[in-house]
């Protein structure tokens, strides 16, 4: 496979990863959001009972380290293009500080507070305002997935362009 071909691949594969992301996170938005946080702590009640053959937790990681490797991979294979280069490393940049060091700082201290500590734990005025600050920071995750995307979409773009053949 020649080196612009596996630039190829793995731009498409770094944008359809980020994409995924992205939707997996607003679909969780509009469609999950509303039954786990809408009246806490009652609603978190539902969501332990509910989520328990499977998760957020178990296709956000396994996917948010497959962003971070086609990052890597890109920016490896572009680096030298400076066309590229800091699309790509934006891309990655925005990802792991706001996908994965925002979740791991922000996000599961919170987590543990509402799904695994044992129920009766915490004040149901507590859970309430941890909910609501889970809800207010998941705009930096929502916002950081799209802007991931659109970075990672615009390097696909320009070495589309770039590549393309002369007519």
Request: aromatic share 14%; hydrophobic share 55%.
């Amino acid at each position: 496979m020649t080196r612009d071909r596996l630039t190829w691949t793995v731009l498409i594969a770094l944008v359809w990863t980020a994409m995924m992301s992205f939707g997996g996170v607003a679909a969780e938005t509009v469609m999950l959001y509303p039954n786990i946080f809408g009246d806490p702590p009652a609603s978190l009640d539902r969501a332990r009972e509910f989520l328990v053959a499977g998760g957020p937790s178990d296709y956000f990681p396994p996917l948010g380290a497959t962003v971070v490797l086609a990052c890597l991979a890109a920016a490896v294979l572009t680096w030298r293009d400076r066309r590229l280069r800091w699309w790509v490393a934006g891309a990655a940049v925005v990802f792991v500080a706001c996908e994965f060091l925002f979740s791991v700082f922000f996000f599961w201290p919170r987590n543990e507070i509402m799904f695994v500590d044992p129920v009766g734990t915490h004040s149901p005025e507590y859970l309430r305002q941890v909910a609501a600050e889970f809800v207010a920071g998941h705009r930096v995750r929502l916002v950081g997935g799209a802007v991931t995307a659109a970075l990672a979409f615009t390097a696909l773009l320009r070495w589309a362009r770039a590549t393309a053949p002369r007519t």
